[in-house]
């Protein structure tokens, strides 16, 4: 059985910093893109950051792009998100994703492009 376990969320203020971990089971995904989505409460779900097989190519919605990084370690299964200078609308829960297939150096930052699904880990930044 596949699973992806976020850990790391909670509550931090404006300007801290949290390292989210992906840690996936079941099946190893050294040869899968990977990424992070986040859901604010009353708002869709939204790409946050993605990145290739071999974590030579990442992407990242415009919204976090300086302040936070996408980085994997193939060896122990595990993709991260590390956030800096958080802001209150940062707050969401925020959940990892795995393709099933192998990918060539591309990443993917539509929800419908992923197939494994993590429960999500709660960030919360106050003001």
């Known amino acids: 059985q596949v699973q992806l376990v976020e850990s790391g969320g909670g509550l931090v203020q404006a300007g801290g910093s949290l390292s989210l971990s992906c840690a996936a089971s079941g099946r190893t995904f050294s040869s899968s893109a990977m990424g992070w989505f986040r859901q604010a409460p009353g708002k869709e779900r939204e790409f946050v950051a993605a990145?290739?097989?071999?974590?030579?190519?990442?992407y990242y919605t415009d919204s976090v792009k300086g302040r936070f990084t996408i980085s994997r370690d193939n060896a122990k299964n595990t993709v991260y998100l590390q956030m800096n200078s958080l802001k209150p609308e940062d707050t969401a829960v925020y959940s990892c994703?795995?393709?099933?297939?192998?990918?060539?150096?591309?990443?993917?930052?539509?929800?419908?492009?992923?197939?494994?699904w993590g429960q999500g880990t709660q960030v919360t930044v106050s003001s």
């Open positions: 994703a795995a393709r099933s297939t192998f990918d060539s150096g591309s990443y993917y930052y539509r929800s419908y492009e992923y197939t494994y």
């Open positions: 990145i290739s097989w071999s974590g030579g190519n990442t």
